[in-house]
């Protein structure tokens, strides 16, 4: 993140920042950065843009304290436009809106992709210390199991009412079987067009 490499020239010193959530990927509001801009955000992990109206250095969340921590930066294949994946201490909008653009940005489910790639990186970078890890170092074999198992549970929980266990259950079922697909080599996304591919000839 820190080698950025920008064509200040081209853009008069001034580049544009797209501001997108880490894990909704929704785009929060777009921003200018100048290279001190840049250092200062790099320095602080908090987004700093260079006000245009006021000729200054502003700090998002400054007044507000609403901040966007920065998780990562890269610049587009131009080297003109920067990418900042941001985690929002709050609101983005001066207005009080989630976005800039007046969406709505809490949507959970796409957090799913985040968690795929945490369980990508278990695999790919194992330690003692990951439950994840230990279940592909098991194999095949004790992953499907194990999803053999929380689906049993969910099973049980659904037939009574306690909405907190059947949650939680759920959640269990949802993570082992990505860690399923992802000891398959499957991507969630195949099982998409699957679905896709029967809705569209339903």
């Known amino acids: 993140m820190n080698n950025l490499n920008i064509d200040f020239e081209k853009v008069e010193g001034l580049v544009p920042a797209v501001i997108q959530d880490e894990e909704s990927n929704k785009v929060l509001m777009l921003g200018y950065m100048n290279q001190e801009?840049?250092?200062?955000?790099?320095?602080t992990k908090n987004v700093t843009f260079f006000s245009r109206t006021k000729q200054r250095l502003w700090t998002k969340g400054e007044t507000s304290g609403n901040f966007l921590k920065v998780k990562s930066i890269t610049v587009d294949?131009?080297?003109?436009?920067?990418?900042?994946?941001?985690?929002?201490?709050?609101?983005?909008c001066?207005?009080?809106d989630?976005?800039?653009f007046g969406e709505i940005n809490n949507s959970k489910t796409l957090f799913i992709d985040h968690l795929r790639a945490i369980i990508k990186d278990r695999k790919n970078n194992p330690t003692d210390q990951s439950y994840t890890a230990s279940l592909f170092?098991?194999?095949?074999?004790k992953i499907a199991q194990k999803v053999g198992e929380?689906?049993?549970?969910?099973?049980?929980?659904?037939?009574?009412?306690?909405?907190?266990?059947?949650?939680g259950e759920a959640a269990d079922l949802l993570f082992?079987?990505?860690?399923?697909?992802?000891?398959?080599?499957?991507?969630?996304d195949e099982v998409?067009?699957?679905?896709?591919?029967?809705?569209?000839?339903s």
């Open 37 to 43: 801009a840049i250092d200062v955000t790099l320095e």
């Open 77 to 92: 294949c131009d080297n003109d436009t920067l990418l900042v994946k941001v985690k929002p201490t709050g609101p983005v």
């Open 94 to 96: 001066h207005k009080g």
């Open 98 to 100: 989630d976005t800039c």
């Open 137 to 141: 170092a098991k194999g095949i074999n």
């Open 150 to 167: 929380e689906a049993v549970e969910i099973v049980i929980e659904a037939k009574d009412d306690n909405k907190d266990l059947f949650l």
């Open 176 to 188: 082992h079987y990505l860690i399923l697909l992802e000891a398959k080599e499957m991507e969630l």
């Open 192 to 201: 998409m067009e699957v679905l896709i591919k029967r809705h569209r000839g």
